[in-house]
């Protein structure tokens, strides 16, 4: 089957979708994206993603071409499209020619999913990013099509054997992976970034610190510094399609016993169960 893109409303061929050449997200990254887990053919925590989204274009000042509801159907026919019944979803919205004075494009698209069982299995390995992350940004707290920082920061860890990079703020404290954020446990108790140290508040972030919550489990927003992170009982990462990944290995070393924690897969399948 071939690929279905929707771009403002209409549905298309991968093949045919295009947008215009002068549009401000094409050549400034002046744009927002949301990426969104399929799960059994449903779009999870849409709700969430959509009014991220919506906040986002108030900030930066670019005009919603839609309503969120005209949005959320619009997801929901493209998943139907493309037959995806688990994958993940990819919302973006440009600023187009004119931003704040007309709408942009509007474009979404589904792709299978990057993760395997296999993954969780095993856990991830990190490394520290070459690039530092600027918490005095205003671009670092939104999903900006400006994604190039993170781009090569996963380039880079891939060519180092790795499969996430972390970034480091300019003040040396520990601020989010390139495409997820970062949480450790220690004594039982699960510490995360604050949002003030430079980095995304990504709404996995938020659904497992609510987790933690349900579960009792004590958890922390503060800073983090390098060496905490490195002799923590566990780490794990997440976003909205990884969910929580175990992280077992910063720069070739151990975390904790080097195998995916307890209180991880504790979380990890609290997460999985609340929001089937």
Known sequence: MNTVICINGQFLPASRAQVPALDQGFLYGYGLFETILVRGGQPVLLEAHLKRLEKGCTALGMALPLLLT??????????????TTDGALRLTLSAGTAPGEAAGNVVISTRPL???TLDYQKGFRAGWSSFRRNEQSPLVK??????????????EARERGWDEALFLNTAGYVAEGAVSNIFLVKNSQVITPS???????GIMRQVVLETCRRLGIAAQERPVSPHELLDADECFLTNSLMMVMPLVKINDRPIGSGQPGVVTGEIKMAVRDHIS
């Open 142 to 155: 939104f999903k900006t099509l400006n994604y190039l920082e993170n781009v090569l920061a996963k380039k």
């Open 114 to 116: 990057p993760y395997s």
């Open 70 to 83: 005209e949005l959320g159907r619009l997801v929901y026919q493209t998943i139907k499209l493309n037959d």
């Open 195 to 201: 949002p003030d140290q430079g980095l995304l508040p």
